[in-house]
Every structure is written in structure tokens, then in C-alpha cells.
């Protein structure tokens, strides 16, 4: 199931949007923890989940929903190997970052300007730091790093 809410007048939420999908066994899916979600200015809502294979490995995957079309969910196999921790769509909503507890960051386009059709050309990894937000700035990217890890080389 999904619940989101978004923000009304006076300050209180409402719900926006609920769609529930058939129950999976525990064996092949469980959500991520922490779960990661972002919704765009073209009403397409990315959130994490993961996969559990026979041998019990994780993928950390990326769904894509379009809220006009609820049905269609699109996955994206991330191959982040740690836990995503945020997920940041840009102001025209066909371009997502992801980003890790290992210090992974992946920028995901739209392919052919598809809402089911999505690859990543661009990544950076910081090395050991955990991204715990990101943001677009008009010219690129912002990230913030850990604060316990001030002396990593990471801010040299």
C-alpha cells in the first residue's frame, strides 16, 4: 500500500493519493529500511523497495509510479549495494538522483523521454560517507555529507 499526503491550507495533510498492489511472500519482497520516497512535478512518485533473490540477496530497487496511470509501476534495478537514502527528482521531473549509505550517488534519465524507460549515465561515489540529502541547484548538485565525518577526506 501506498499513502501519501500532501500539504493543504492551515497546515494539516491530506491524503492525495492510495493505491494498494497484490501482497508478495516476505521471501521475494520487503521494503527498504529506511524507505525513500519522492514525488515530481509531473505527479511521478519514485520509492525503494527491495527484492530478496532464492539465496537471499538484496536488490535495492527503484519504483516509479505515474499517478495518472497507477497501474503501470516501473522498477528500476539500482545496483546501489547499500540502502537508499533519499531520492531527489529535479524541477522538470524527468531526471531522479538516488543516493546510498555507502556513498553512492546516481542520476537516472528518462530514456526517449519515457515515464517507463529509465537509465543512469551519471554517479559519484563519496567513498565511506553516508548521503543523508541531496538537492538540485540550478547549475548541479548539493549534497550533505555525514557531520561526524567532517575530518574524512571527503571535504578536503
Same mark, same amino acid.
Given at each position: 500500500? *501506498?499513502? +501519501?499526503?500532501?500539504?493543504?491550507?492551515?497546515?494539516?495533510?491530506?491524503?492525495?493519493?492510495?493505491? %494498494?498492489?497484490?501482497?508478495? #511472500?516476505?521471501?521475494?519482497? *520487503?521494503?527498504?529500511?529506511?524507505?525513500?520516497?519522492?514525488?515530481? *512535478? /509531473?505527479?511521478?512518485?519514485?520509492?525503494?523497495?527491495?527484492?530478496? #533473490?532464492?539465496?537471499?540477496? +538484496?536488490? /535495492?530497487?527503484? &519504483? !516509479?509510479?505515474?499517478? %495518472?496511470?497507477?497501474?503501470? +509501476? &516501473?522498477?528500476?534495478? @539500482? %545496483?546501489?549495494?547499500?540502502? !537508499?537514502?533519499?531520492?531527489?527528482? =529535479?524541477?522538470?521531473? #524527468?531526471?531522479?538522483?538516488?543516493? =546510498?549509505?555507502?556513498?553512492?550517488?546516481?542520476?537516472? @534519465?528518462?530514456?526517449?523521454?519515457?515515464?517507463?524507460?529509465?537509465? $543512469? $549515465?551519471?554517479? @559519484?561515489?563519496?567513498?565511506?560517507?553516508?548521503?543523508?540529502? +541531496?538537492?538540485?541547484? &540550478?547549475?548541479?548538485?548539493?549534497?550533505?555529507? &555525514?557531520? %561526524?565525518?567532517?575530518?574524512?577526506? @571527503?571535504?578536503?
Amino acid at each position: 500500500m *501506498c499513502d +501519501l499526503r500532501r500539504p493543504a491550507a492551515g497546515g494539516m495533510m491530506d491524503l492525495a493519493y492510495v493505491c %494498494e498492489w497484490e501482497k508478495w #511472500s516476505k521471501s521475494t519482497h *520487503c521494503p527498504s529500511v529506511p524507505l525513500a520516497c519522492a514525488w515530481s *512535478c /509531473r505527479n511521478l512518485i519514485a520509492f525503494t523497495m527491495d527484492l530478496r #533473490s532464492d539465496d537471499q540477496d +538484496l536488490t /535495492r530497487m527503484i &519504483h !516509479i509510479l505515474d499517478t %495518472e496511470h497507477p497501474w503501470d +509501476l &516501473h522498477s528500476i534495478s @539500482s %545496483e546501489h549495494r547499500e540502502a !537508499i537514502t533519499c531520492l531527489e527528482w =529535479d524541477q522538470s521531473g #524527468s531526471r531522479l538522483l538516488s543516493a =546510498d549509505a555507502d556513498g553512492q550517488i546516481k542520476c537516472w @534519465s528518462m530514456a526517449d523521454h519515457l515515464a517507463n524507460s529509465w537509465e $543512469s $549515465s551519471v554517479g @559519484s561515489l563519496v567513498e565511506g560517507d553516508p548521503i543523508v540529502a +541531496l538537492s538540485w541547484l &540550478h547549475n548541479g548538485v548539493k549534497l550533505a555529507l &555525514h557531520v %561526524e565525518k567532517v575530518r574524512g577526506s @571527503s571535504f578536503n
